[in-house]
């Protein structure tokens, strides 16, 4: 069963850090990995999509790569300011399947 | 862009009331999803279609139904709403990439 894992739960750093989530995969067999950001009591909004035969994704300050073989995945988040304060989730898709698995989220916050 | 528009952002419910939560999405999207989320439980997928009138269970599909008469539009269904059903409710769609959008959510109070 496939089971993912985020660390840190949560992370405090001060503005203009660059920084690094973690996301880690139990199954190999995936079909893409998605990360997301979310601010308190709103949906979801979709950073980066990965496919499994991709090594990484960037998107302005935002880069992502895939290690399927290890099971990971990392968000680095270039000079961060305070508004990249969110929880951060990544969710992998499983192969041959409609179901996003997801992680429990980083919570992050950039102070001033 | 995508978007993926619900019905609500802010509903509250008697218990024993049926309840329809709304969801469109405007880029002609195959799949659909409706999730739950709450404190301490991330995530959880109740219902998915993957294709006009299809639809299949996720992990937590009991007390509630779904329905997709139109390729743009899915609705849940609380039949007989009760306080445990109090929750975050996320509609998303995704197409032939499956990269998953969200709508911005309908926070449900059930008293």
């Known amino acids: 069963k496939q089971e993912v894992t985020q660390i840190p739960a949560a992370l405090s750093v001060p503005e203009g850090e660059n920084l690094v989530l973690n996301c880690s995969f139990t199954d190999s067999a995936i079909y893409n990995l998605q990360w997301f950001r979310q601010d308190p009591g709103k949906g979801l909004t979709s950073l980066l999509l990965?496919?499994?035969?991709?090594r990484e994704q960037t998107s302005g300050r935002l880069n992502a790569s895939l290690d399927k073989s290890s099971g990971r995945s990392t968000l680095y988040i270039a000079a961060s300011q305070p508004g990249d304060s969110a929880t951060y989730l990544c969710a992998v898709l499983v192969d041959s399947s409609y179901k996003l698995i997801f992680g429990s989220g980083t919570r992050l916050l950039v102070r001033p | 862009d995508v978007k993926v528009t619900q019905s609500s952002r802010y509903l509250v419910k008697r218990t024993g009331e049926k309840v329809f939560l709304e969801c469109v999405q405007d880029?002609?999207?195959?799949?659909m999803f409706w999730y739950r989320q709450d404190p301490g439980l991330g995530l959880r997928l109740i219902y998915f279609?993957?294709?006009?009138?299809?639809?299949e269970k996720g992990d937590i599909p009991e007390g509630y139904s779904v329905s997709r008469e139109k390729k743009e539009r899915f609705s849940l269904i609380l039949e007989s709403a009760s306080t445990n059903q109090t929750s975050m409710y996320l509609c998303a769609s995704s197409g032939h990439l499956y990269e998953q959008y969200f709508g911005p959510g309908t926070r449900l109070t059930v008293t």
């Open positions: 990965i496919q499994s035969s991709q």
């Open positions: 279609s993957y294709d006009v009138k299809m639809k």
């Open positions: 880029m002609d999207h195959e799949n």
